[in-house]
């Protein structure tokens, strides 16, 4: 399996734009979660799936944010309107089960919003 | 609600010698996960280390090892033999076990560690 695959790899887009990005999980795995880097506030859990079902989004930040995960094999963080603040490293991951699972994470997206 | 604290944000160490990075965490759970993951600088999240917190023997993985403190709440990382491919970015983190299919894993700040040839 080629692993947990994000694109785009580097997002640069202006205040006010829609930014998508993109995950496709392993396949067999049945979680999958969204998680923000930042210097500032670490690794943040932004939301995850169980089931192409969400879980739980008490992480996602505002109602700019939201997730999709319409099959197993694909999943999409969109920002809409886009706010330099959320520039920040975003990571998919994806795991077999829960709890001490080992989480699979992707390369990321680096998102600047200039 | 789950925390975790790494209290080193840098460490440095000369090749092939031994350093232990450092992790305490706050849980109302008997029983979790403990994780060490390295974020070399391609990015990529990587697992070094998993500990169940119901087994007392501590984690190995080849010169990686755990020093497990339950009742301190402590869960540090012992590189041996340093390489400098262990340069990169540790991670603790902690998950609860499955409850409802609700689980997070909460992630510590990093320690930055840097290996001198």
């Given at each position: 399996?080629?692993?947990?695959?994000?694109?785009?790899?580097?997002?640069?887009?202006?205040?006010?734009?829609?930014?998508?990005?993109?995950?496709?999980?392993?396949?067999?795995?049945?979680?999958?979660?969204?998680?923000?880097?930042?210097?500032?506030?670490?690794?943040?859990?932004?939301?995850?799936?169980?089931?192409?079902?969400?879980?739980?989004?008490?992480?996602?930040?505002?109602?700019?944010?939201?997730?999709?995960?319409?099959?197993?094999?694909?999943?999409?963080?969109?920002?809409?309107?886009?706010?330099?603040?959320?520039?920040?490293?975003?990571?998919?991951?994806?795991?077999?089960?829960?709890?001490?699972?080992?989480?699979?994470?992707?390369?990321?997206?680096?998102?600047?919003?200039? | 609600?789950?925390?975790?604290?790494?209290?080193?944000?840098?460490?440095?160490?000369?090749?092939?010698?031994?350093?232990?990075?450092?992790?305490?965490?706050?849980?109302?759970?008997?029983?979790?996960?403990?994780?060490?993951?390295?974020?070399?600088?391609?990015?990529?999240?990587?697992?070094?280390?998993?500990?169940?917190?119901?087994?007392?023997?501590n984690?190995?993985?080849?010169?990686?090892?755990v020093n497990f403190?339950?009742?301190?709440?402590?869960?540090s990382?012992?590189?041996?033999?340093?390489?400098?491919?262990?340069?990169?970015?540790?991670?603790?983190?902690?998950?609860?076990?499955?409850?409802?299919?609700?689980?997070?894993?909460?992630?510590?700040?990093?320690?930055?560690?840097?290996?001198?040839?």
């Amino acid at each position: 399996d080629a692993g947990v695959i994000q694109s785009p790899r580097h997002e640069v887009t202006e205040m006010g734009q829609e930014v998508t990005l993109r995950c496709k999980p392993i396949s067999g795995h049945d979680y999958l979660f969204w998680y923000r880097q930042t210097m500032m506030r670490g690794l943040e859990l932004l939301i995850y799936f169980n089931n192409n079902v969400p879980i739980d989004d008490s992480g996602m930040p505002e109602d700019r944010f939201s997730a999709k995960m319409p099959n197993a094999s694909f999943s999409t963080l969109k920002i809409q309107p886009s706010e330099p603040r959320d520039s920040a490293v975003y990571f998919c991951a994806s795991s077999l089960g829960q709890g001490g699972e080992k989480l699979f994470f992707g390369s990321g997206t680096q998102l600047s919003v200039l | 609600a789950q925390t975790v604290t790494q209290s080193q944000p840098e460490m440095s160490v000369q090749e092939a010698e031994t350093v232990t990075l450092s992790c305490t965490y706050d849980t109302s759970e008997s029983d979790y996960y403990l994780f060490w993951y390295k974020q070399p600088p391609s990015r990529q999240m990587i697992l070094v280390i998993r500990q169940e917190a119901y087994k007392q023997q501590n984690a190995t993985e080849n010169r990686f090892s755990v020093n497990f403190q339950k009742a301190a709440k402590s869960f540090s990382l012992k590189i041996s033999d340093s390489q400098l491919g262990d340069a990169a970015m540790y991670f603790c983190a902690s998950s609860p076990p499955a409850q409802g299919g609700s689980e997070k894993l909460v992630f510590g700040k990093g320690t930055k560690l840097t290996v001198n040839p």
